[in-house]
């Protein structure tokens, strides 16, 4: 379904806007140092000195990962950027949409300690302090034409998700390039964001690694889907096949390391890639699913998060997203959570009556508290955590009579998607 509305939010006419326009500029910046970006805008182009004054990284515990580097890991960077005579703080951190500033877009790719601390998967070739990317206000993060990668999808039907850089709740410390979107395997119909042609794929007798397909879009990006379950995919989809935007590739599935193994979080990883560079999708992601389905707001409470029995986990709403005009109905997410045994090193489901959301206040801020009765249900000991995860399921949760709680209206955390 597309929504058409929200194309009058972006307004672009698909067919004056060329390949290269809509592409993001991607660029790095030490601090102290400024460059002049030319971005092309919907009345021309948009030019803006951007400097970066100053990067903040943090950090949380976590005593699951034996090498995450003290006990530690990266939770954000505070990004501080001067655009024109405009400064503004810009966030690294899990489901971060762009940011306005001065007529620009911007986004975080990355900070220098993120992309190359040791971890499973650095994020290769970066030699500044911070890669940012951009677009001019009013142009669309890559071509209008790019579709959600998965057909019937529902946002806060959404079990189990990921995005960029987050941390991924796995027994290696390992932040995530791209995002995972949960789905039921065999299921949902896997389609391509953009046509091209098939420059990988796992046909006819599976890569035995996660079925990994990747497309090539006139335009220099690649989209990556991974996990798909063999059959699924339609036979003849093999390498140098030439594919139309939104053709199906298969459906959701389950494979990781060759076998069907992903039982408790089946889910399609999605990627982008330019130049065999991973870049941002978190931005691609959520823009394609606003064209693609008619929610009037994305409730997102934050990603992973390592905790340990009796520690109260803030949830910050304040990344969720609503369409302009939409602001004053919309809701905030208060999510179920999944937890994680640390001792078992696998999902265990759902967190279970005691474990549940205890009290979420209204406005930008939610607390929930895991109880100390998920202790015996999770391990027992100094190193006993549990992951939760919150924002990805989304109930309309301003109800009388439950617990969890959020006001209606302006200030419950969501904000005008840019
Ligand atoms: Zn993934």
């Known amino acids: 379904m597309r929504f058409l509305s929200f194309r009058l939010l972006v307004p672009l006419g698909t067919a004056w806007v060329q390949h290269g326009d809509s592409l993001p500029r991607v660029f790095e910046l030490d601090i102290g140092q400024a ?31 034996a090498e995450a580097p003290g006990h530690a890991v990266l939770r954000a960077a505070e990004v501080q950027v001067e655009v024109g005579s405009t400064r503004a703080t810009l966030w690294a951190r899990p489901f971060e949409p762009p940011r306005l500033v001065d007529g620009l877009r911007l986004y975080v790719e990355s900070t220098h300690t993120w992309a190359t601390t040791p971890q499973l998967d650095p994020l290769v070739g970066m030699t500044h302090h911070v890669k940012m990317s951009c677009v001019a206000e009013g142009m669309p993060w890559g ?62 007798e599976g890569d035995g690694d996660s079925n990994h397909l990747r497309i090539r879009h006139a335009s220099g990006l690649e989209f990556a889907y991974y996990h798909m379950n063999l ?26 390391d060759g076998p069907r193994s992903q039982v408790n979080d089946p889910h399609l ?17 959520l823009e394609a699913y606003l064209r693609d389905y008619p929610d009037s707001v994305l409730a997102v409470a934050g990603g992973y998060h390592y905790a340990m029995p009796g520690e109260p ?80 399921t989304t109930h309309p949760c301003a109800g009388a009579g439950r617990e969890c709680r959020c006001a209606s209206g302006p200030g419950c955390g969501a904000r005008p998607h840019p």
């Not at 390039?177 to 420059?199: H, K, N, Q, W």
């Not at 059959?231 to 389950?254: D, F, K, Y």
């Open 35 to 65: 460059k002049e970006i030319r971005v092309p805008g919907p009345g021309g182009e948009v030019r803006r000195g951007v400097r970066l004054l100053q990067v903040e990284e943090s950090r949380w515990p976590n005593w699951h990962l």
């Open 231 to 256: 059959e699924t995919i339609p036979a003849g989809l093999t390498e140098g096949v030439v594919v139309g935007t939104g053709q199906r590739l298969g459906r959701t599935g389950m494979t990781w």
């Open 269 to 285: 990883h999605w990627g982008v890639f330019r130049d065999g560079q991973p870049l941002a999708s978190y931005p691609f992601a």
């Open 143 to 204: 071509p209008p034409e790019l579709r959600f990668p998965i057909a019937r999808f529902r946002w806060q039907a959404n079990t189990y998700g990921n995005t960029w850089g987050a941390l991924v709740p796995y027994n290696k410390l390992y932040y995530h390039r791209g995002e995972d979107f949960g789905a039921i395997p065999d299921e949902l119909e896997v389609v391509a964001s953009l046509g091209g042609t098939v420059i990988q794929s796992p046909l006819p």
């Open 313 to 392: 986990v803030e949830l910050d709403a304040s990344r969720s997203v609503a369409r302009p005009g939409d602001a004053s109905s919309a809701t905030a997410g208060c999510s179920m959570m999944d937890a994680r045994s640390t001792r078992r090193r696998r999902w265990s489901g759902r967190i279970g009556p005691g474990c549940t959301a205890k009290s979420c206040v209204s406005g930008l801020m939610m607390e929930v508290r895991i109880a100390t009765t998920c202790n015996s249900a999770y391990g027992t000991g100094s190193g006993a955590g549990a992951w939760v995860q919150a924002g990805s």
